[in-house]
């Protein structure tokens, strides 16, 4: 018998990985094709001996071995090199010969994927497949006491104000004074969630930009894109195509050394300015862009060194009030571009949130405020953030619609409500229940993610390497050979079908609720959910 | 459905006459309960145009609460009119107390004060009375408020109106808002029916308003203490009237372009778009959401229709000089004013506002296209 291996603590065996690869020495061709392409080289050529006793019946003859070679896959498994479920593998596969599969009751490599202390960083989402927005269902349909209207004949109105608006007294007082009056933007209300330039591959990012300005020139709907904290391609920021981009600030500054130079050159405003304070996905942390994917694009537009990780602070140097340093910063941002343009900040789901929002409303330059829930993914954060900071939407959301309404302010500061929406898939059905709970308007990245690039990322721990630039559909990778298998045309003919779609289906939940004619913000009577205390909670209609 | 009526005329007329046409019209509404808004009375209450009229039913201790409470403030008794039931009391229709219309003399001190203070004194009297008797239901206010009588109950229309002899000479007025049916959206709750009331501006609504919710919530942050009730979805429908001409200062012309107010494009070829774009951004939270037939009264005794943005509820104006009417069919306006010129006969569509000024000359429309007069 041959002696056993080292074992370590940190020993594993195939099974004690979430993803084991299945592969089937029939069929496969031994092409190669999948080692190549395994963006973690979990798998490697396999080069397998074979022995075989011949025996005959009732040991006519004394037994013989046979000693045989055979070739294919080996799964590796130590920790640093475990699969991740991308299914690349079977993608490139000319015979489905291979593929991973999921086992969940596999859990031996959470405990070993801190190696040299090194605690786990990653991409993705929060892995948990929960989601209370789907519960959320519709309730106050429209049938005899009023008529329902027809989705796809009846005019609709579905836009939404982002910018501080004022009180009706006041905006008319100031109209008739031709005194200033804040910026405001109509915008369709499903907007593309902070994603930099960085985080996100080139090709992935003009998709995007071209998706986004068709769907505003050529069918009319007025998407609006947030850049994340990484600044903007130069080129995009002296182009017309400026305002259909939400400029985004946070700890970093990244790529504010560009902005601001451009700035005399700028052709339009940009539709706004986010200031990023906190991110759903790991709220008090700031973003992080690891060094493998810092090369010289991205460090010339941030205005940085190439090769090395870029943490943003978790806070912003100057902020050490919310009374001062925010206003401060509204105010700056809003005289940058001559208070012609909307500056709000993006805060991470928090139970602190509602005294940021009361701040604002006192504060006649906020032009909103954006909350990001506990389910907002990112591009690189630390496990733990990802899966146990934070706060969920539906009642954080909740919670500052209804200080709105109790200031009387509920016209006046849009709610933007993001994290976790269409996480199963149902992104309309998601966007409209937040958009009736209080939300002006929602945003998602993650979804776009999926659905205009193909990303392969999933609630099960699946793929979530955006983080170290090897993403295997070159949606956040900074190489161009991963990044040119996404064609930038298709991605933009992708995100236009996503809002087309996207639209249809919030026309077919708005119209049978009777509502057209202006977007449903807080129309709680129309929601129900079959959880007595999640009704309580939202104050919506318990159901069974 | 509901079924409205309203009628303006230049000599008064009897109530009876619009409970005639909603009765003409019965196969559209369910006879649930009656709701009447009768203004610029003629009669002996006509001789007291200044003097606050309190409407409402009263159950013996609630008149005693009355009594006390109107005593305190230095109201003094001008004229009581009390609806006597003429027959027993219509099937499914409670004994509910004495309905009755009390003038009141102002106390000298508030007489003293400007007109806008003597009308927020009626107005937070009728809230505190109302808030008085809502627990042991002794006292209900519909409105008190000069030159106003208002009367609601549970029942068919033409029972109630005989039951309570709403066709004597003391009722005879020029401007009536009648509807026949009690709400039945929410609970049944005599503050639930139409036509409702708040300091000299009257509406009622045909059919459900499905933004609702948010406008209420809207109206109840405003920190008006009218701004209160909400027992229906057609209450705000008189509150936004009245945000918009006494908070807003705008003219009825205004009042479409509050509540539906134009498509973007509809707006880039309007003169006064800046106006407009404005109105609809700053009062977006009163955009309703149809489908509605508004009918109503301004203070000025100015009534008007509108319609919701897509046109889904049925409504006429039509009439002669000296008397027109508007009503949700036009079998109502030919039970009412017969021999008028049917061919002149109006149906407001989708950007329409049917206006008939007191004169009860003629029907103007205005169109939301057109361009608005001046705020004043």
Redesign the interface.
Known sequence: MQSAAVITPSTLSVNDLPWQIEWDKDTCTLCGRCTAVCPVSAIELGVHRKRTVEATPALAKKPTNSYSIYHGIRQRTDPAYHCIGCAMCNMVCPNNAIAPRLRPEATTLKFHNNRGGAARTRGGRRNDGGSLLDQIKFI?I?ML???A?DAGR??F?LRT?LGR????????AA?ADNAW?PA?R?IYPLMIGSMSFGALSPNMWEGLVMGVTYLNEEMGMPVRMCTGEGGCPPRLLRSRFLKYMILQVASGYFGWDEIIKALPDMKEDPCAIEIKYGQGAKPGDGGLLMWYKVNKLIAAIRGVPMGVSLPSPPTHQTQYSIEESVAKMIQSMSMAWGFRVPVYPKISGTTTSTAVLNNLVRNPYAAGLAIDGEDGGTGAAYNVSMNHMGHPIATNLRDCYENL????K??EIPLIAGGGIGKNGNLAANAAALIMLGASAVQSGKYIMQAAAGCLGSEHDRCNVCNIGVCPKGITSQDPRLYRRLDPEKVAERLVDVFLSFDTELRKIVAP??????L??????GLGISDYHVAERLKIKYVV | MCRLFALSSRDPVSPMRAIEALNVMKEGHDGSGVGLFLSDLGGPFGEMKDAPILSGIFTDEGLNCLDAYMGERGFVTRKTLVLEPRTKAPLGTPLRGTYMARAYEMPADLKAKSKAEQELAFMLMRVELRRMGEAAENIRVFSFWPDTIMIKEVGDPMAIGEYLGLDRPELDCRRILAQGRQNT?YAINLYACHPFFLQGVCTMTN??N?????IR??LL???FPGYMGYQSDSEVFAHIMHYTIN??QFGIEYYKHII??L??TEMEAHADR??LA??K?????L?????NCVIGCLPDKTMFMVQD??K?RPGVVGGKPGIFAFSSEICGLDAAIPDRDQNADFQPMHLDTAIVRPQCQEVTICNQLQSLPR?H
């Open positions: 106050r429209s006491t009023d008529p209207l009846h005019e109105n104000l608006i004022q009180p009706p007294e006041e905006g008319l109209l009056v405001v109509e309404v109790i200031s009387g509920q016209n609720l009777g509502r057209s004619t202006s449903p913000i807080g129309m709680s009577d | 959206n059919g459900e499905t933004a609702f919710v948010p919530e809207y942050s405003r920190g908070r807003l539906t107010p498509s973007d800046a106006l404005r109105i951004q700053t009062c977006r939270k955009i309703i959401d149809g489908p943005r897509k889904l705020p």
